[in-house]
């Protein structure tokens, strides 16, 4: 008999190949219900009907949605997603290799700056609760929770790259090539994309550290005289972890769907940049591969975060 982490791994693997099929399949049928047709951007605004009608039998349009989506679906997984008839870049170099890294830096930086604010202005509304920085905590939390995203990055660029001329408005640069530049192009990106999640690590360290303030063994630890940053930062924040990666994980895929906003505003070469233009020059290929990277990432978010619970409580190791 398998061992019980092996179960549920194999149970997880596959609730997430039937997820990505879900996905695949929604994904596809809206994709040919949209409006417009491909074909006429393809060959532009002077065509004789018979290059259309080639062009159209080419690309498998005249076949069934069923045998359409079959012939995508077995050169997706053998890693053969076509070409992208305006760039004509190789859909897998340009989802994969260009466009992920740019968004995975985005949201990951984004993450850095939401847990590196958010945690430690949890720790003080909670330790401090009813003050005067419990207050200041709490407004920067529904501030941050209150501007949409593309409104924030708007006002940001015409404050920080505008006004004072701080920081670039649009362009990427890699941080993994150039740390210096890449950060300086990625801040004002970063901050918009991370605000939101600001105050809702916040919010959520707040209210678990308060609930673990008055548990007997943060009392125990008082009374052996540890010092109050130790009860607070290794008693209590041991047991604020469980929820606070519970909603890290649930809001990451919120992230990803709010980095396609904030690329598009910031004019970043991302999955939301290339999405945003697939959808407007009606490749539906690109758009496919778009959303189905996406769906992959949510759905390895979770995994990742299903797993971290056994690492943060023992008790579900035994099970």
Not at 281 to 306: C, H, K, P, S, W
């Amino acid at each position: 008999m398998a061992p019980p982490w092996l179960r549920r791994t194999l149970v997880a693997i596959g609730q997430t190949l039937l997820v990505l099929f879900v996905v695949s399949v929604v994904s596809f049928v809206f994709l040919k219900l949209t409006p417009g047709d491909p074909v006429t951007v393809m060959l532009g605004s002077d065509f004789s009907q018979d290059a259309y009608d080639k062009l159209y039998h080419d690309l498998g349009l005249d076949q069934p949605w069923a045998l359409q989506y079959w012939h995508w679906l077995h050169s997706f997984v053998q890693g053969d997603w076509g070409q992208s008839y305006v760039s004509h870049q190789d859909i897998f170099d340009l989802a994969v290799k260009e466009a992920l890294p740019v968004t995975l830096t985005l949201a990951g930086l984004s993450l850095l700056i939401a847990l590196l604010v958010g945690i430690p202005l949890g720790v003080i509304a909670a330790v401090r609760r009813n003050s005067w920085a419990d207050v200041l905590a709490s407004v920067t939390a529904v501030g941050g929770n209150a501007f949409p995203s593309f409104f924030l990055g708007v006002v940001l660029i015409w404050v920080f790259g505008v006004w004072l001329g701080w920081f670039p408005t649009m362009g990427y640069v890699s941080p993994w090539q150039d740390w210096r530049a890449g950060l300086w192009h990625l801040a004002l990106p970063a901050l918009t994309l991370g605000a939101w999640y600001v105050g809702l690590i916040a919010a959520v360290t707040r209210s678990s550290l308060l609930e673990v303030l008055g548990q007997p063994y943060m009392a125990a630890a008082r009374a052996r005289g540890e010092p109050q940053w130790r009860v607070i930062w290794v008693h209590g924040m041991r047991n604020v972890l469980m929820p606070l990666v519970t909603v890290i994980g649930l809001q990451l895929g919120g992230m990803l769907r709010g980095a396609v906003m904030t690329e598009v505003v910031f004019t970043l070469p991302g999955l939301g940049m290339m999405i945003t233009q697939a959808v407007q020059t009606r490749e539906y290929t690109v758009v496919q591969a778009g959303i189905m990277m996406t769906a992959l990432l949510f759905v390895l978010v979770n995994f990742i975060v299903d797993q971290t619970y056994v690492l943060l409580d023992p008790r579900l190791r035994k099970k």
